[in-house]
């Protein structure tokens, strides 16, 4: 594929190729936006002149370029075309017949004005009809209309996302319109909403992405729990997320190798997004429920709920805990025991916790928590242990001790398990 020069992806030298003969076309959106501030692109917005248009055009623009063409929309009649998977670089580009009878008509319906900036496909100058372009190199947020909001409530988390990305802020009447529309947002799909609000919360920007989500209102009507009646973000939220979002993120105290591997946990994007989340919802009377109207995967609402769960069991540890009290405090996190770790020290600082040995176990943790190094078949066929709650309760006995470095192996814990049962079998006679 022949690069397309200009600052756009090679995809389009193809799709000017694909369009020479046919309607007229405009690159809209994000693209012209990026291109603008010279960053990569690899996602490419097409509006296409032709309510008919744009499947024709997407096929063949996938015959010439080597991707897959699929309906996105029977509504809006928009196709996307997405490259090879072996493709690179990768591209995907999206066409949208315009919404509308003309250019103008479609920026119109637009939500803010950087983001209503076309260029044609053809070549040619900048088409700005709205100002787009001197509004971002100002870095502010202007809606494009009066009803923005109003005609699809996402755009108020929308605009905290692109206040983090751009590191630009709403002018005053737009915020005013983002919040009029926020209470909106309670009817909204959270599948929708939710990938944008963490765009908006954990990226480079964030702290501006906060800041405006909350002014917008967005935060007030999606996760009360972390603001207060005024819609103001919470202190304690305010000083959890930098801690867990900040750079470098993770607990201090824990061993030198421990610190970097919670550290490096704390970076991974799927991480920062858990732990963001919980630090937001930790205050709720049931962490799991305040997430549910964004419709988080089931996993995440797990990783949520333990982290949140085991802050109150973590902060109750006495300075000295012993290997007992640090698997009860950690052990119900199960393999999110880092996470919960990180999410306790955000929340309580420099307390006098055991600090390194937990750090030291949520380490370990992440693959899977401690087991006995032997089965309950070899503890029931060796020591004649019945099957039941007593079987599991030693079981657990012997994983602790395995954990904190006291059996050797299967020889080991089977000796424990045998001095274990016979005390309990003693006490139980003596009672």
Same mark, same amino acid.
């Given at each position: 594929?022949?690069?397309?020069?200009?600052?756009?992806?090679?995809?389009?030298?193809?799709? *000017?190729?694909?369009?020479?003969?046919?309607?007229?076309?405009?690159?809209?959106?994000?693209?012209?936006?990026?291109?603008?501030?010279?960053?990569?692109?690899?996602?490419?917005?097409?509006?296409?002149?032709?309510?008919?248009?744009?499947?024709?055009?997407?096929?063949?623009? =996938?015959? *010439?370029?080597?991707?897959?063409?699929?309906?996105?929309?029977?509504?809006?009649? &928009?196709?996307?075309?997405?490259?090879?998977?072996?493709?690179?670089?990768?591209?995907?580009?999206?066409?949208?017949?315009?919404?509308?009878?003309?250019? =103008?008509?479609? /920026? &119109?319906?637009?939500?803010?004005?950087?983001?209503?900036?076309?260029?044609?496909? &053809?070549?040619?100058?900048?088409?700005?009809?709205?100002?787009?372009?001197?509004?971002?190199?100002?870095?502010?947020?202007?809606?494009?209309?009066?009803?923005?909001?109003?005609?699809?409530?996402?755009? /108020?988390?929308?605009?905290?996302?692109?206040?983090?990305?751009?590191?630009?802020?709403?002018?005053?009447?737009?915020?005013? *319109?983002?919040?009029?529309?926020?209470?909106?947002?309670?009817?909204?799909?959270?599948?929708?909403?939710?990938?944008?609000?963490?765009?908006?919360?954990?990226?480079?920007?964030?702290?501006?992405?906060?800041?405006?989500?909350?002014?917008?209102?967005?935060?007030?009507?999606?996760?009360?729990?972390?603001?207060?009646?005024?819609?103001?973000?919470?202190?304690?939220?305010?000083?959890?997320?930098?801690?867990?979002?900040?750079?470098?993120?993770?607990?201090?105290?824990?061993? !030198?190798?421990?610190?970097?591997?919670?550290?490096?946990?704390?970076?991974?994007?799927?991480?920062? !997004?858990?732990?963001?989340?919980? #630090?937001?919802?930790?205050?709720?009377?049931?962490?799991?429920?305040?997430?549910?109207?964004?419709?988080?995967?089931?996993?995440?609402?797990?990783?949520?709920?333990?982290?949140?769960?085991?802050?109150?069991? /973590?902060?109750?540890?006495?300075?000295?805990?012993?290997?007992?009290?640090?698997?009860?405090?950690? *052990?119900?996190?199960?393999?999110?025991?880092?996470?919960?770790?990180?999410?306790?020290?955000?929340?309580?600082?420099?307390?006098?916790?055991?600090?390194?040995?937990?750090?030291?176990?949520?380490?370990?943790?992440?693959?899977?928590?401690?087991?006995?190094?032997?089965?309950?078949?070899?503890?029931?066929?060796?020591?004649?242990?019945?099957?039941?709650?007593?079987?599991?309760?030693?079981?657990?006995?012997?994983?602790?001790?395995?954990?904190?470095?006291?059996?050797?192996?299967?020889?080991? #814990?089977?000796?424990?398990?045998?001095?274990?049962?016979?005390?309990?079998?003693? &006490?139980?006679?003596?009672?």
């Amino acid at each position: 594929m022949s690069a397309a020069g200009d600052g756009w992806p090679p995809v389009v030298a193809v799709l *000017r190729e694909v369009l020479t003969d046919g309607p007229d076309a405009w690159i809209v959106g994000g693209a012209v936006r990026e291109r603008l501030r010279g960053q990569p692109i690899t996602d490419v917005d097409v509006a296409i002149a032709g309510d008919d248009a744009a499947g024709p055009v997407a096929r063949a623009l =996938a015959r *010439r370029a080597g991707g897959h063409p699929f309906r996105l929309s029977d509504a809006f009649g &928009a196709w996307r075309v997405s490259a090879a998977a072996d493709a690179d670089p990768a591209w995907q580009v999206d066409l949208t017949p315009l919404q509308g009878p003309d250019l =103008a008509a479609d /920026v &119109a319906r637009r939500d803010l004005t950087v983001n209503a900036l076309a260029v044609p496909v &053809a070549g040619g100058p900048l088409v700005d009809l709205v100002g787009g372009e001197e509004d971002l190199r100002a870095g502010r947020l202007r809606a494009v209309g009066t009803d923005a909001f109003a005609a699809d409530p996402v755009r /108020v988390v929308r605009l905290a996302r692109f206040a983090a990305e751009l590191a630009a802020d709403p002018e005053a009447e737009t915020l005013a *319109r983002a919040r009029a529309a926020a209470p909106a947002l309670a009817d909204v799909p959270g599948e929708r909403v939710l990938p944008e609000l963490l765009r908006a919360l954990t990226g480079p920007g964030r702290r501006r992405g906060v800041r405006v989500a909350a002014a917008a209102g967005a935060l007030h009507v999606l996760l009360p729990a972390a603001t207060d009646p005024e819609g103001v973000v919470l202190p304690a939220v305010d000083a959890a997320l930098e801690a867990l979002l900040g750079a470098p993120a993770g607990v201090p105290e824990a061993a !030198e190798g421990d610190r970097a591997w919670l550290a490096a946990r704390a970076a991974e994007p799927s991480r920062r !997004e858990t732990l963001a989340l919980a #630090a937001l919802v930790h205050g709720a009377p049931d962490p799991a429920a305040a997430l549910a109207p964004l419709r988080p995967s089931r996993a995440r609402r797990t990783a949520v709920a333990r982290a949140v769960a085991a802050v109150p069991r /973590v902060a109750a540890l006495p300075p000295a805990a012993d290997a007992v009290a640090l698997y009860a405090a950690l *052990r119900p996190a199960g393999t999110d025991a880092p996470e919960a770790l990180l999410l306790a020290r955000a929340l309580l600082g420099p307390a006098d916790v055991p600090w390194a040995p937990l750090a030291a176990r949520a380490v370990r943790w992440a693959a899977g928590p401690p087991a006995a190094p032997v089965t309950g078949d070899e503890l029931v066929t060796a020591l004649g242990v019945p099957r039941g709650p007593a079987l599991g309760a030693l079981l657990t006995r012997l994983a602790i001790a395995h954990d904190a470095g006291e059996l050797g192996g299967r020889d080991d #814990a089977l000796a424990l398990a045998r001095r274990l049962h016979a005390t309990d079998r003693a &006490a139980t006679d003596g009672g």
